[in-house]
C-alpha cells in the first residue's frame, strides 16, 4: 500500500470528485481530471469560500491558496523598507558616494543613488505639499481680508451710529428735547 492511496468513501462535492488519503490530506479531483492535494485546513476553507455554490448545486473548482503571494508580499515589504533607509541615510548625509572601483565602493555608489532617488521623491512630496499649504493659505488670507473689509464696514456703521445718538440731544434745545419725550410718551401710551 503506497501513501497516495485514498481511503475511506468518494465524495462529489461541486462537481469535484474527493477523497481523503492515508496521509491525512484530502485528494480532489476536477471535472478536468485535474488532481490537487489539499490539507484539512485548505479544504475547510475552500468549502467556506464556495459554500453557496455548494448549496446551489453549482460546480466550482478547489484552488489551493498561493503561498507565493505572502512571499512577494514580504519581499516587498522588506524592498521598501532598503528604498526607505536609504533615502534618510543619504539625506542626512551618513551614506555618501565614494570615487573608489572596487566591487565594494560600486555597490556603495549604488546604494547612494538608490537613496538620492527616494530624497528626491521626498522633496517632490514636500513641495507639492509646500505648494498646496500656500495656496490654501493664501486663499484663506483672501477670505480673512473680507472679512475684515465686512465687519471694518459694520463697525464703521455702528460707530456712527452710536455717536448719532450720543450727540443727538446735545445739539436740540430744551423745548426740542421736551417736544420728543412727549412725542414718544405719546406713542408709547398707545
Known sequence: MTNNMTIGPTLAIGGNKVEMTTKGKIKVTNTEGKVSTLSQDEFKKQLVKNADKINAGENFEFKK??????????????????YISLSIAVGKGKLTKTNAKTFAAKA??????????????????????????????????????????????EQAENIAHKNFINN???????????????DAREAFSK
Request: hydrophobic share 35%; no cysteine.
Open 65 to 82: 491558496e498561493s503561498k507565493n503571494r505572502n512571499i512577494l508580499v514580504g519581499l516587498g515589504g522588506l524592498l521598501a523598507a532598503a
Open 108 to 153: 556603495k555608489n549604488t546604494f547612494v543613488k538608490i537613496g538620492e532617488s527616494g530624497v528626491n521623491i521626498w522633496e517632490s512630496i514636500t513641495k507639492g505639499v509646500n505648494k498646496l499649504k500656500n495656496k490654501v493659505s493664501s486663499k484663506s488670507k483672501k477670505l480673512q481680508e473680507k472679512r475684515y473689509a465686512t465687519y471694518s464696514k
Open 168 to 182: 443727538f440731544d446735545k445739539n436740540l434745545s430744551s423745548a426740542q428735547r421736551r417736544d420728543l419725550i412727549l
